[in-house]
């Protein structure tokens, strides 16, 4: 039920590797910082730091989450993350099906970490893994926060729809053309600072539905926020 009994003598040794895991993730993540309590704004609500324990038929799961009813209502607007139409994932597996295309799934492991938080929000750390006289501040938008499915679907989606380095590099090197340029050492590592994408087009039915062809091959994705993970279609 909590990390306290998860960490008492009859249960430690089966869960102790599990919440280590979550926790050494967290940090490698830069989830959050060490801040003392002094520091803390006067008008900052330290939220509490709760764990949820899952038993799965490979491995112990624990998931470090911050009590999102604690968050002050004044941190987010619009929570509102869209989730991929059942209609979408039924089409697809259709045509897969009928057209025998290769069909894939994929889990990003601490998925909602990659996205950056950009307010001001504290919580406190598990007893037994604190540090005297601090609370943790958050720098990645930690699960239980009331927008972070939002955050990491728009991260996601904006590195969908993002030009690949090979796309971006064609774009740039034409555009230099054009303005008769020479392709200087500048101009290459201009290029290669580009961010990299997938260069996929989202589609106008479902926004959880992406797309590309090339070379008259044809790649979909479609991304479930709530589940965490991604389902890839492709011929």
């Not at 004044?74 to 009928?98: A, E, G, N």
């Not at 950009?118 to 919580?123: E, F, G, P, V």
Request: with cysteine; charged share 25%; aromatic share 10%.
């Amino acid at each position: 039920r909590g990390i306290n009994q998860a960490m008492s003598p009859d249960y430690k040794k089966h869960w102790y590797a599990a919440i280590r895991a979550e926790w050494d993730g967290c940090w490698e993540a830069e989830c959050f910082k060490w801040v003392k309590y002094s520091d803390v704004p006067a008008q900052a609500v330290i939220m509490n730091l709760v764990w949820q324990f899952k038993v799965k038929p490979d491995r112990l799961k624990a998931r470090a989450c911050v009590n999102g009813k604690q968050e002050s209502t004044d941190s987010y607007d619009d929570i509102y993350s869209p989730v991929c139409k059942h209609t979408t994932v039924r089409m697809l597996l259709w045509q897969c099906v009928v057209n025998g295309w290769d069909l894939g799934s994929s889990d990003v492991n601490l998925a909602y970490l990659n996205s950056d938080n950009d307010k001001d929000q504290y919580c406190h750390a598990p007893p037994q893994l604190g540090k005297p006289g601090h609370c943790l501040k958050l720098l990645k938008m930690l699960y239980g926060l009331h927008a972070s499915g939002l955050r990491w679907h728009e991260l996601v989606t904006s590195w969908l729809t993002s030009p690949t380095s090979t796309d971006s590099t064609r774009k740039a090197s034409k555009r230099r053309r054009k303005r008769g340029k020479d392709r200087t050492e500048a101009g290459k590592q201009a290029d290669a600072a580009v961010k990299e994408g997938a260069g996929m087009t989202q589609s106008k039915a479902d926004e959880c539905l992406f797309y590309r062809e090339e070379n008259g091959k044809r790649m979909y994705v479609v991304l479930c926020v709530r589940a965490y993970h991604t389902q890839t279609y492709t011929h």
